[in-house]
């Protein structure tokens, strides 16, 4: 038997925006799990992901800040050029530490804290990117007996990142993008 969700963390890369859109804009006014969001963006610009989507969205949409209690029904991004980590109290961290993959924010760091807070109640998003992260955080969600959904690579305007999450989560549920927005409306 699964966990009832209490959460979803979100990672993408290249194709971000359009892979993003047909999820977050799905999302209804009574979606009560918070969403926490990794999208690699260069860190000498500021994010406006959560302005742009804030437009789109039924749900609250931010920009994730350091300290910041997370909330249901809420949408955090990532800012540019720091990690987004989920503390065990389950609020919010930035971390400037190290990238990881190149990346800073980095989609496993998100990941791997969201699983240690969360446990089998979280749900783990790989979506469209051109590189690896994503896959070793959403492995440790799947050892912790959370759900791993993964966006189908032929589908994916960059395949690299969920190939990667196929080949090291094969417990992963390959879905196409609206068949992701799907499942997280019925949690």
Do not use: W
């Not at 966990?3 to 859109?21: F, K, M, N, R």
């Not at 969403?35 to 804030?54: C, G, K, Q, T, Y």
């Not at 029904?73 to 720091?82: L, S």
């Amino acid at each position: 038997m699964t966990a009832q969700a209490e959460a979803v963390v979100i990672g993408a890369s290249a194709g971000a925006l359009e892979a993003l859109s047909a999820i977050l804009p799905a999302l209804s006014t009574e979606f009560r799990l918070p969403v926490m969001v990794v999208v690699h963006v260069p860190s000498d610009r500021r994010s406006v992901l959560a302005e742009l989507f804030r437009a789109k969205c039924k749900v609250q949409v931010r920009e994730a800040d350091d300290k910041e209690p997370i909330v249901g029904g809420t949408v955090y991004f990532a800012p540019a050029d720091y990690h987004l980590l989920v503390e065990p109290d389950k609020s919010l961290s930035l971390s400037s530490d190290e990238p990881v993959l190149f990346s800073r924010p980095s989609i496993d760091v998100l990941f791997e804290s969201a699983a240690d807070a969360y446990g089998p109640a979280l749900i783990a998003i790989v979506l469209t990117g051109a590189n690896e992260d994503g896959a070793k955080g959403m492995r440790a969600v799947l050892e912790l007996g959370g759900v791993a959904l993964v966006q189908r690579p032929d589908h994916a305007f960059a395949r690299a990142m969920p190939e990667a999450a196929i080949r090291l989560c094969p417990g992963a549920q390959v879905m196409a993008l609206a068949e992701i927005a799907a499942h997280l409306q019925k949690v």
